[in-house]
């Protein structure tokens, strides 16, 4: 691996475009921990991400995803680190982490997304909001994000990638041969 990456890789980008699954597979090819920054929240909540959202909002969800973040790019261990989706919008969030990990976001296009989430089981709260169509509030908020993914040192696009295949890509990338 390429002197010049950090211990800490921390994979972010919109929903669904494969930040956990290709972060668990990144994770066990590096033989570093998988830490999902929505699962800690989660933990530190007691409540999923939805009822967090409707019983507190959303700016209570910011804060606790602002703690996690911190306390993982802290954290002395190295770790793959997959956020949210809103994670890097936060300049907070940004600064700790790009201080501290390599910033890959994944991303895919619309209409991948679109189909991800219709299978998801996951609550999106994020979707609901405008009373859009899926495809239509998808590209909304990605749009909204653009600037804040545009500041990741790497993008790949899953959209067309196995698990297996975006983890190779990124693994390529930090190997300095993409």
């Given at each position: 691996m390429?002197?010049?990456?950090?211990?800490?890789?921390?994979?972010?980008?919109?929903?669904a475009s494969g930040k956990s699954a290709v972060g668990r597979a990144l994770a066990a090819r590096l033989e570093r921990r998988f830490i999902d920054t929505d699962h800690e929240i989660v933990a530190r909540a007691g409540k999923p991400i939805g009822r967090i959202f409707a019983e507190d909002g959303e700016a209570a969800?910011?804060?606790?995803?602002?703690?996690?973040?911190a306390a993982l790019a802290a954290a002395p261990d190295p770790a793959v680190i997959a956020t949210g989706g809103g994670a890097l919008v936060d300049n907070a969030n940004y600064q700790v982490l790009s201080r501290a990990a390599t910033i890959i976001c994944l991303t895919a296009r619309p209409e991948v997304i679109a189909r991800r989430v219709s299978v998801s089981t996951v609550a999106r709260p994020?979707?609901?909001e405008g009373n859009l169509p899926l495809e239509q509030r998808i590209a909304q908020l990605m749009e909204q994000r653009r600037d804040a993914y545009a500041r990741a040192e790497f993008t790949v696009d899953?959209?067309?990638?196995?698990?297996?295949?975006?983890?190779?890509?990124v693994l390529r990338i930090l190997e300095g041969k993409e």
């Open positions: 390429n002197a010049a990456i950090k211990p800490k890789l921390v994979l972010t980008g919109f929903m969800f910011r804060a606790l995803e602002r703690e996690v973040v994020k979707l609901t899953t959209s067309d990638l196995s698990v297996s295949a975006a983890a190779e890509r």
